[in-house]
């Protein structure tokens, strides 16, 4: 059954006065369905936009006062039956009728030369969607493969048809958005092309065929725009450092601002992927969409006014703590009451903890991250500073027991109480959850590594002593 996010789009200008936006009717001959949804599809999920009751001769109208904006939309009564059809550069105002035969086989379609089309199209192609499930049946895999392939170019074949015909139908701009980069197997100079060089290729060329600067876009089925956007993002730049990555986002990001849809989805995609992101030097990326879409007003016309003043504020603190960058100094005590700089730690690297027993992640890290310290702190020469992030009274005791108990005493391990500080640490350090562990270097009291857990940990002590040998 298809799943279905019950929600309306925010912000969609409302009509002229006393006209309604749209009245769309739909007659389905036969139908005893109560109530019927008119939906659309939006990046990776569906929504409902209205909703209709059946008059008791199968007939359900739609009317409402605000723009349903250019998307792929769709009739359903929520029990795995459901109809597509367009809206685009059209007022819809459209009419619908069809059978309980079939609802796309049959619709016939009044006041929309759009949806002319796209029904063409559907009624072309779903015989043979039918007939490839079918094939899917055949024992012989070779078989198999051959008949499906076979189908499929018949699909393919109309699909460039329709496009040829009708390059300025939404669904010809749907068809040609998901179309494979062609990519040349010889350069200009007629040499071959390297497997690097293809790849390039792919990269320079991924959205060629997409009308990044059409509002539609967003409004369509996953695969057709989310899912691209996202195979970008995770796959081919997998691994990318953020000096390579950014300009790629700024690119991709600007390229839609002609339509303010797809602009403001991306600003809002890219940054919260990238602020929700387990991948340490990813923090930069995400400073850097900040500063230059919420920071500079670029998204002021979208977004609340709280929400950009959050990203920037959180932007501007994660800037002081990228990786690369200088640790803020920070003085506290510990259990003694002795003084301890994080700028005059003795050794190589410096393990910078903020920890509490209350916290139920660092109950399971700690000790393990303890561990994997123990193990490297000569080889590296490790130090560690360690710092109570709730030193009420109640868990300063729970915090000595801890310790105790886990045999957390050596002496590069030092024990920080986190109440008294020459700073406020958890503004400067932006600490809003624990555990919160960083790797400095105390030459220049840079950081290394950061949202280090044990394992992560673990993985950069083997690369730092494998570095120190060669």
Not at 139 to 145: G, I, L, Q, T, V
Not at 150 to 178: C, F, G, N, W
Not at 226 to 252: G, H, N, S
Not at 360 to 374: K, M, S
Request: charged share 30%; proline share 4%.
């Amino acid at each position: 059954m298809r799943r279905l996010i019950i929600a309306l789009l925010m912000m969609l200008p409302l009509a002229a006065f006393g006209k309604p936006a749209y009245k769309i009717t739909l007659d389905i001959d036969g139908n005893r369905d109560s109530m019927m949804l008119l939906c659309f599809y939006y990046a990776n999920t569906e929504r409902i936009a209205d909703t209709a009751f059946n008059d008791g001769k199968g007939h359900f109208v739609f009317e409402g006062d605000r723009e349903l904006l250019p998307g792929l939309y769709f009739f359903t009564n929520n029990k795995n039956r459901y109809v597509e059809f367009v809206i685009y550069h059209e007022k819809p105002n459209f009419r619908f009728y069809t059978d309980e035969r079939s609802w796309t086989m049959n619709m016939r379609v009044k006041g929309s030369k759009q949806n002319e089309v796209f029904f063409n199209y559907k009624r072309a192609t779903e015989t043979i969607y039918r007939e490839i499930e079918e094939s899917k049946s055949i024992p012989d895999s070779a078989a198999r493969a051959e008949r499906i392939d076979q189908l499929q170019l018949k699909i393919d074949t109309i699909s460039m048809d329709v496009i040829k015909r009708h390059p300025e139908a939404m669904i010809s701009k749907m068809m040609y958005a998901i179309k494979d980069i062609d990519v040349p197997a010889e350069k200009a100079d007629g040499t071959k092309m390297t497997p690097r060089e293809r790849y390039d290729y792919v990269m320079d060329h991924y959205f060629d065929h997409m009308p990044l600067d059409d509002d539609f876009l967003v409004r369509t089925p996953k695969p057709v725009f989310y899912q691209r956007v996202m195979d970008y993002v995770e796959k081919f730049m997998r691994a990318w450092p953020p000096e390579m990555i950014c300009p790629r986002l700024d690119t991709l990001i600007d390229r839609s601002e002609p339509s303010v849809e797809v602009n403001k989805w991306l600003i809002y995609k890219m940054t919260d992927y990238f602020l929700q992101s387990n991948i340490m030097v990813y923090d930069e990326v995400y400073v850097h969409l900040v500063m230059r879409y919420f920071a500079t007003g670029k998204a002021s016309e979208w977004f609340d006014p709280s929400a950009i003043d959050e990203n920037v504020e959180r932007a501007t603190k994660w800037e002081r703590l990228l990786v690369g960058r200088e640790a803020p100094e920070l003085i506290l005590f510990d259990t003694n009451h002795l003084a301890y700089s994080l700028h005059r730690m003795r050794g190589e690297y410096t393990l910078l903890v903020f920890w509490s027993p209350t916290c139920g992640h660092c109950r399971d890290i700690i000790p393990a991250l303890y561990q994997v310290f123990n193990e490297y702190q000569d080889s590296l020469d490790l130090t560690a500073f360690a710092i109570l992030s709730e030193p009420d009274e109640g868990t300063i005791k729970k915090w000595k027991k801890f310790l105790a108990e886990h045999g957390m005493t050596s002496r590069r391990w030092i024990n920080l109480n986190g109440a008294e500080a020459n700073v406020d640490w958890r503004e400067v350090y932006d600490i809003q959850s624990t555990p919160q562990i960083y790797l400095i270097e105390n030459k220049k009291h840079t950081f290394v590594a950061k949202k280090l857990n044990a394992q992560l940990f673990r993985d950069i002590c083997k690369g730092l002593v494998k570095q120190s040998q060669q």
